[in-house]
């Protein structure tokens, strides 16, 4: 199978659907840049997005990753899995804890899931999502190794000198600290989408015909981004999008930055004054 036409494909459906980078990214809830890069053969999309791209296309799966046409016979199906299963280690991983074969006992545990789930409670506390982690041993590791990894990326890494009682959970505890320090890069479309769909439940009035009517989720994401690369959490997401939108009306011209700058700065002046 060659798939080093995959991204001109996409290019070239895209364009047969009239449709611009930026609107094909916003029908898909990602950035306009995760298109781009797609096309250029960079990346390859999430596999969340992937029957999406297809339908929003109108083409196959088949098409898209070269997979030829034929009967379906017991040794074809078996080639065929293979082929989808290699397209789909191309696909980013939004979050992964990776260890070598010397915590391969550890992990066989399931007490690290508990921990796990107490980090996902304790960053929802700073109005942050935990997307799924994948947990897996590499044998590339060194023996007593782990790896933090977001979309590729290498967010920590350590080799762990003494495995005790206790190696479990504080391997967990430095997982979701790595995570928040990092959740700028980890955020992507798919949460955000999570997110939003969650507090027009709460909050109706403040979500419907906002989002993404008035504000679309490629610049809420990206101004997310820019807000929680310097520090803030995003316990206050409702209000932030009241101000986006506020400032959005007085000029729609605002970058991601310029937002992302100007609602700290009022979050600070108001909300933060208030709780001291």
Known sequence: MNISDFGEKISKCRQNQNLTQEEFAAKLCVTPQAVSRWERNQSMPDITVFQDICRILNISA????NIESGQVSENYDTRVC???MEILRHCDEPVSLQFGEGLLELFMQNTWKEYVAEQRKRLAEEGFLLP???????LRLEKNEIQIVSYHRVLYKEIITEITENTGKEIIEKFGSVIRENYAHVLNAQIVKILIDNLKIAYPAQIENVIPEKISYSLLLEVLKYFVGRGNTMIHLIKLIEFMERELRKCSELTAEELAE?????????????NL
């Open 82 to 84: 293979q082929q989808v």
């Open 262 to 274: 100007s609602a700290e700065k009022w979050l600070v002046d108001t909300i933060y004054k208030e």
């Open 132 to 138: 799924t982690v994948r947990v897996m041993d590499q």
């Open 62 to 65: 088949d098409y898209l990753l």
